[in-house]
């Protein structure tokens, strides 16, 4: 009679490092409705950015898509390059596969092969969520940039002498003005930054993955 204990199902590897930055997110939002925090991260963020992009509170637009700028191509870069894009690729094709013979093992009502192809997904996809715990390292460096920006930029624009822009459907809209529970300028934000955001993400990733395709052609040559 054997005495080994059942094995106890393990945790995804770096389910840990996740809630880690759960944990540091949470604590920046709480610093941050602090209002002695804020004030100093606004004052610290502007002694550095008016010089720069405040243009003199002329160009509220073009500060906007700068610091949108800034925290695309800082984010992007750190996510492309903490991100496994051939590995993603392939798991991708592989989960596609494996739904795809499940559908047709749930027509079929064969339950034995239904519980097979239901262990070897879910192999995969704790492959896929270590894959994606990997871009989570990034978020801290993020979030570090986007609080004291986005506080400061609230900050800033309200406080123009003219603190409004306009859009096709509207001459004039107000930085504050409150659209779905967020101020206007937010929605500004994202909309400038987007185009950039995706052109940048997929020639990064372009070039990322012909490298590595360059680099296991010349392991494969030379082999």
Do not use: C
């Not at 997110?25 to 002695?36: D, Q, S």
């Not at 509170?57 to 906007?64: D, K, L, S, V």
């Not at 809209?173 to 409150?178: A, D, L, M, S």
């Amino acid at each position: 009679m054997s005495s080994s204990q059942p094995q106890q199902p393990q945790m995804p590897q770096g389910t840990g490092q996740m809630f880690a930055v759960m944990i540091f997110m949470l604590v920046m939002l709480f610093a941050f409705l602090n209002p002695a925090v804020r004030s100093a991260s606004v004052r610290i963020t502007g002694d550095l950015l008016v010089p720069l992009i405040g243009f003199g509170g002329r160009f509220p637009t073009i500060t906007i898509m700068i610091a949108e700028l800034v925290v695309v191509f800082l984010g992007t870069t750190l996510r492309v390059f903490y991100t496994d894009f051939v590995e993603q690729a392939r798991l991708q094709k592989t989960l596609s596969e494996l739904r795809k013979h499940q559908r047709e093992a749930f027509k079929t009502r064969d339950q034995t092969k239904i519980r097979k192809l239901q262990q070897v997904q879910s192999s995969y996809m704790m492959q896929n969520t270590q894959l994606m715990n990997k871009q989570f390292k990034v978020l801290p460096i993020t979030i570090i940039i986007i609080f004291p920006l986005f506080a400061w930029l609230s900050v800033f624009l309200l406080s123009l002498p003219y603190p409004v822009f306009a859009v096709p459907w509207a001459p004039r809209v107000y930085f504050g003005q409150e659209i779905i529970f967020f101020p206007a300028w937010v929605f500004l934000y994202g909309l400038l930054g987007l185009p950039f955001t995706i052109v940048y993400q997929r020639l990064l990733r372009f070039f990322i993955l012909r490298r590595r395709l360059e680099r296991m052609g010349q392991r494969g040559s030379s082999s």
